[in-house]
């Protein structure tokens, strides 16, 4: 049975971040090609903290179609990060 390839859209709902295993299923490699790619500085879909790879939807959606040198499109994913990631810690208040 073939794995399915997240859509744009479903990509979109993540919220802040986007699983590793989905992002990698999206960009057709394993999980590990992903958090190495991340380390490495290749892959720059986001930030990795500790132990953690935090994967923004906007910045993988961007590399996947080609576009990772908008700097622009680096400082929105950022914002809409913390955004989200606000408006999550506010909900457990």
């Known amino acids: 049975m073939e794995k399915q390839?997240?859509?744009?859209?479903?990509?979109?709902?993540?919220?802040?971040?986007?699983p590793v295993k989905v992002a990698a299923a999206y960009l057709g490699i394993t999980p590990q090609s992903v958090r190495e790619g991340m380390k490495e500085g290749d892959l720059p879909i986001g930030i990795i903290r500790g132990k953690r790879f935090y994967i923004y939807p906007d910045r993988l959606v961007a590399y996947r179609g080609g576009d990772i040198s908008n700097a622009d499109a680096d400082k929105r994913a950022v914002v809409s990060f913390l955004q989200k990631l606000i408006e999550a810690v506010e909900g457990t208040l």
Do not use: L
């Open 5 to 18: 390839i997240p859509t744009t859209a479903e990509i979109a709902s993540y919220e802040p971040t986007v």
